[in-house]
């Protein structure tokens, strides 16, 4: 009776240690990848590196970057997380890309704009400066150019001096 | 031969256009060229009043007992600012002295230290305070502002601010001697 109570409380207190085990090891998930770690590594440049992604980063300071990421991960951090806590420390230039800012978008747009009004403007009057010269105001909508009252006029000059 | 008076035909971009593009062209110059002049300045120069700026700190190198610092809170008092991180091998050639340093004068209660981390991770920056026995306020540079606004070129660099504020000296590169430390101090205490 008593060795079966002590082997009651030994499976009891086997199950517990084996619930709290499984339970710390689903929270901390399971160990990343190098690819998992890069795929976010790729995405961020270390300010001391420039113009290097953090994953063919060869310096310490990338390496302990990576290991940074590879702890959050296994953490639960997600990815969108993992960037935050980034930007949050080293500021907004290690991202890839610029944050979504209205005035990111909004100055070469305008820039773009105006260049392509000027084009617009300087073929046009590329285009037709003959026409313009003529005084196309004058010209009738439908009108033959050989019937512009400039035209006539010309030609009515040049056989008088014929 | 009569003459023919043809009406001056319209060209060209309108006024309002021109306007518009010459000052958008003028306000691009503009921030070219002030990059262009940040970029060449180099670190801020001695004689400048330096701007108020927080630095959070890391926990067990608080400072007084707060978990942040504000500069202007510390007028009156020399201030020795060093900007490190743990993978810089250089910074190791100067921990020691500079921990030595503090140990001299933090009982006058007239100097104080910081140590701002440079583009560092926490578990790391531990390890070098613990490995080279720092115990003077140190924390993070958050989002490289403090960096930005010295415009340090690399680390380390120390930055020896008087009591009104102004700062006396630049030290770029590693301290070689605790001498070269005092050297700057203790001018600015007499």
């Known amino acids: 009776m008593r060795s079966s109570r002590i082997i009651f409380y030994a499976l009891l207190l086997t199950l517990a240690v084996v619930a709290l085990w499984a339970d710390s090891a689903s929270a901390q998930g399971p160990t990343p990848t190098d690819d998992e770690v890069n795929r976010i590594a790729k995405q961020l440049y270390c300010p ?3 113009s290097t992604p953090l994953d063919v980063c060869p310096t310490e300071a990338c390496r302990q970057w990576r290991d940074l990421i590879r702890t ?84 009515e000059e040049l056989k008088k001096q014929k | 031969m009569t003459e023919t008076s043809i009406p001056a035909p319209r060209r060209g971009v309108p006024l309002w256009a021109q306007i518009i593009i010459w000052v958008f062209l003028a306000g691009l110059l503009v921030i070219v060229a002030l990059g262009l002049k940040r970029a060449q300045e180099g670190t801020v120069q001695p004689g400048q009043v330096i701007e108020d700026f927080t630095l959070p700190l890391y926990s067990g190198y608080e400072f007084d007992g707060k978990s942040e610092v504000h500069l202007k809170d510390l007028r009156g008092k020399v201030v020795v600012i060093n900007f490190w991180a743990s993978w810089c091998k250089p910074c190791e050639q100067e921990a020691a002295e500079l921990q030595q340093a503090w140990t001299e004068y933090e009982p006058t209660g007239e100097v104080i230290f910081l140590g701002i981390d440079y583009v560092d991770t926490e578990p790391e920056a531990r390890l070098y305070l613990k490995k080279f026995g720092v115990t003077y306020a140190n924390g993070p540079d958050l989002a ?47």
């Open chain 1, 72 to 155: 959050m991960l296994v953490e639960g951090k997600s990815e969108d997380e993992i960037k935050q806590y980034f930007v949050a420390q080293y500021g907004a230039r290690v991202l890839d890309e610029p944050p979504n800012r209205l005035v990111t978008y909004l100055v070469p747009g305008v820039a773009i704009l105006l260049g392509a009004f000027m084009l617009l403007r300087g073929f046009q009057m590329w285009i037709k400066p003959s026409i313009t010269e003529a005084g196309p105001s004058d010209m009738k909508p439908g009108s033959k150019p050989d019937q512009d009252p400039y035209i006539a006029k010309l030609e």
């Open chain 1, 48 to 50: 001391v590196c420039e």
């Open chain 2, 144 to 190: 490289t502002r403090i960096s930005q606004y010295f415009r340090i070129k690399g680390v380390p660099e120390t930055y020896f601010v008087d009591q009104e504020g102004v700062l006396q000296y630049v030290q770029v590169g590693p301290f070689t001697s605790i001498e070269q430390i005092r050297a700057q101090i203790d001018p600015l205490l007499e």
